[in-house]
């Protein structure tokens, strides 16, 4: 896990960076790992998904 500021995250372009959104239903487990994913920022680096909490973190 690495950690970024919030000026580091934002100047990612909006390409490569944003907040998971997407209801993923068709899940079997979706309603017990919602929480895990929903509303969390995401960055794509080097074709992979990396997922705030999970792979990196915001530094206030």
């Known amino acids: 896990m690495f950690t970024l ?7 990612i372009n909006p390409d490569y960076r944003g907040v998971w959104q ?7 487990k979706w309603p017990q790992i919602r929480e ?11 074709g992979a998904l990396l997922i705030e909490d999970m792979h990196f973190a915001i530094m206030t």
């Open 5 to 11: 500021t919030r000026n580091e995250f934002e100047s």
């Open 22 to 28: 997407k209801e993923c239903t068709d899940l079997p």
């Open 36 to 46: 895990q994913y929903v509303g969390k920022r995401t960055i794509l680096r080097q």
